[in-house]
């Protein structure tokens, strides 16, 4: 079971398509959108939460995905959820994307929603975290939580575009971001072509005296 946290930072696209692609490799997944979350998702995808189970009435409207039986979702104030404690063996827990408020939080251990609590229940039970950080610049202080983070056993995965897959759409550009957190939790996909495919295929080898 993969726990997915959706926060209010800009993109939340980038944990509903993570979401999708868990569901329709056979993935359970626990499922946490904080109210601000829900402020951005109506804000970048013209979407109004809706019924008492808000994702999955969202990913149903997208289509792209049959496997919402397996979905399982939390209010962001629930700490009476089993992602609050550690007895739940969630594998894995992936914020994306990651606020920076939240990401402060996860690094002081400052366990003030469900979402903050899970990360704090990832830590300290050698969980798999991982964290989805969507701001630039970034500020001293943010990389100082990335690195505390980090050190605590963290890992932190930039929503930073590989442009040798020649993305041409939004779209793409996600999958790709969606396909780099799949690989990290050991799951297959065809989100996008890796480099080591793409060079079997004949893809062409840049010159090293000009790279260099």
Same mark, same amino acid.
């Given at each position: 079971m993969i726990a997915v946290a959706i926060t209010g930072a800009s993109g939340p696209i980038?944990?509903?398509?993570?979401?999708?692609?868990?569901?329709?490799s056979g993935?359970?997944?626990?499922?946490?959108?904080?109210?601000?979350?829900?402020?951005v998702i109506g804000h970048e995808l013209s979407y109004k939460k809706t019924g008492p189970s808000p994702l999955a009435s969202l990913l149903k409207n997208r289509g792209k995905t049959a496997g919402l039986k397996l979905l399982k979702e939390f209010d962001s104030h629930d700490l009476f959820s089993p992602l609050a404690s550690g007895s739940t063996p969630f594998e894995?827990?992936?914020?994306?994307?990651?606020?920076?408020?939240?990401?402060?939080?996860a690094a002081n251990g400052y366990a003030d929603s469900l979402i903050t609590r899970a990360c704090d229940v990832a830590l300290k039970e050698k969980r798999k975290l991982i964290? $989805?950080?969507?701001? @630039?610049?970034?500020?001293?202080?943010? %990389? =100082?939580?990335?690195?505390k983070l980090s050190r605590a056993g963290a890992v932190i995965l930039p929503p930073v575009m590989?442009?040798?897959?020649?993305?041409?759409?939004?779209?793409?550009? $996600?999958?790709?971001? @969606?396909?780099k957190?799949?690989?990290? %939790? =050991?799951?297959?996909?065809?989100?996008?072509?890796?480099w080591d495919e793409q060079v079997s295929r004949g893809a062409p080898r840049p010159d090293k005296r000009k790279a260099a």
């Open positions: 980038l944990g509903i398509r993570l979401v999708e692609e868990l569901l329709n993935q359970t997944v626990y499922a946490v959108v904080s109210d601000a979350a829900w402020s894995a827990l992936v914020v994306a994307p990651c606020s920076m408020k939240t990401l402060s939080a964290l $989805v950080p969507r701001e @630039t610049p970034l500020s001293s202080i943010h %990389l =100082g939580n990335m690195l590989g442009f040798y897959s020649r993305p041409e759409t939004i779209g793409e550009m $996600v999958d790709f971001v @969606t396909g957190v799949l690989n990290l %939790l =050991g799951i297959k996909h065809s989100l996008f072509t890796g």
